[in-house]
DNA sequence: TTCCAGGCGTATC
DNA sequence: GATACGCATGGA
């Protein structure tokens, strides 16, 4: 499937159907996008800055100073611009449930985020609120000048990180620098081995349990068949699918968790 | 004031 | 292996 898009002066206008900025950028799985006054959405992805906005309403995104190397070699697969969402939402409205959770936000793509700065912010995200996780990553890349690598933080110790004001976690990010850097962790490798053990050698971090390890599969690694069972998909799970996920999630539970996760917060 | 938040480590059985 | 409890912080 072709990508279509133009350019248009300094941007890249990009004709893209299911696609939405909120759904996307607004749906817990990246932490440091912000909406601005005029409704666009300003973020990063590694070191590369971005404001992307939409037209009106429709099926057209301006990439503002984006030119079309920058758009080809990093943001195409970001925003995961090769998968073809339509065909999967097809797929999974067999279900009843998932076709409403499809409907209400339909605009949901996984983002293919950096895996340190998924599983880092991650590990912020437990046992806490969205809002509050934005802060405390507002304040590391604040202070940073944009999100540390494992490197950059090398020196961290739990006092050096008090003004993250991030608690018990920060004894925890600590841990996952150290197992990182040290070659105990070694973040390409996870990228191809199996699910389990994946999910085993982060585990070995301090402060990544189940849920925290899938969450940085998922939007990390872009392992789509991790399923990360937070307490609202506990709640999707008890209220809807007590026997298990429908088979037409299969191979792509963690994009179906997004739309399901998204739909039951909005029921609330 | 109490409860809760995209959970996990630890103790205990 | 299951279950109970504490944990930093801050908003509701």
Not at 15 to 31: E, I, K, P, R, V
Not at 118 to 134: G, M, V
Not at 259 to 268: A, D, E, G, P
Request: include cysteine; proline fraction near 3%.
């Amino acid at each position: 499937m072709a990508i279509d898009y133009k350019i248009d002066g300094n941007d890249i206008l990009l004709h893209q159907s299911d696609f939405a900025l909120d759904d996307t950028l607004d749906c817990g799985q990246a932490f440091r996008w912000e909406k601005t006054a005029d409704n666009a959405y300003h973020g990063a992805f590694l070191n590369k800055q971005l404001t992307i906005s939409c037209e009106n309403g429709t099926d057209l995104f301006r990439l503002h100073g984006v030119s079309e190397s920058e758009f080809l070699g990093v943001w195409k697969d970001y925003f995961d611009l090769d998968t073809d969402y339509g065909e999967i939402k097809r797929r999974f409205s067999e279900d009843e449930t998932l076709a409403k959770a499809c409907g209400y936000a339909g605009g949901i793509r996984i983002l293919r985020q950096d895996s340190w700065e998924s599983l880092s912010s991650f590990i912020i995200s437990q046992n806490n609120n969205i809002p509050r996780i934005k802060g405390i990553i507002g304040r590391l890349c604040e202070h940073y000048g944009g999100y540390p690598s494992a490197e950059m933080m090398r020196d961290e110790t739990i006092d050096s990180l008090g003004y993250l004001r991030s608690g018990f976690r920060a004894k925890y990010l600590v841990d996952a620098v150290s197992k990182v850097l040290g070659g105990e962790i070694d973040l390409d490798a996870v990228r191809t081995l199996p699910l389990d053990e994946a999910r085993n050698t982060l585990m070995t971090i301090k402060g990544v349990g189940p849920k925290v390890a899938d969450c940085a599969l998922l939007f990390g690694f872009y392992r789509v068949d991790a399923f990360p069972k937070d307490v609202w998909v506990k709640r999707v799970m008890s209220q809807w699918y007590p026997n298990g996920l429908p088979s037409c999630t299969k191979g792509l539970e963690g994009i179906a968790q997004q739309y399901l996760f998204h739909y039951i917060r909005s029921l609330k």
